[in-house]
Nanobody, 119 residues
Framework: QVRLVESGGGLVQAGGSLRLSCVASGSRFSIGSMGWYRQVPGKQRELVAS???????TYADSVKGRFTISRHNGANTVYLQMNDLKPEDTAVYYC?????????????WGQGTQVTVSS
């Protein structure tokens, strides 16, 4: 199965920046999309940003203009550049990949990386 390894989380003051990285390995199928989700205690996991194989990107309204997602290294690495961070961005961020297999999406998740933004 696909292994996703995230890195780059940490503690930052409001207004600061962080860059998250995710490396995918071991996929037998072409990964159609990769993305970042985040989750805090008591809330549903939510999509932050995603990018498809063709390069089109999608962002949550709450991060538009502040976050940028990109894919590199044969599309097996995805980054999330986070600028102007706010306390409400505090969450565990999870990398996600989706590959289509006979019309069925096969989803994999990383272990998560903590992002904490102080006010």
């Amino acid at each position: 199965q696909v292994r996703l390894v995230e890195s780059g989380g940490g503690l930052v003051q409001a207004g600061g920046s962080l860059r998250l990285s995710c490396v995918a390995s071991g996929s037998r199928f072409s990964i159609g999309s990769m993305g970042w989700y985040r989750q805090v205690p008591g809330k549903q996991r939510e999509l932050v940003a995603s990018v498809v194989d063709g390069g089109s990107t999608t962002y949550a309204d709450s991060v538009k203009g502040r976050f940028t997602i990109s894919r590199h290294n044969g599309a097996n690495t995805v980054y999330l550049q986070m600028n102007d961070l706010k306390p409400e961005d505090t969450a565990v961020y999870y990398c996600n990949s989706v590959a289509m297999v006979i019309g069925t999406p096969i989803t994999n998740w990383g272990q998560g990386t903590q992002v904490t933004v102080s006010s």
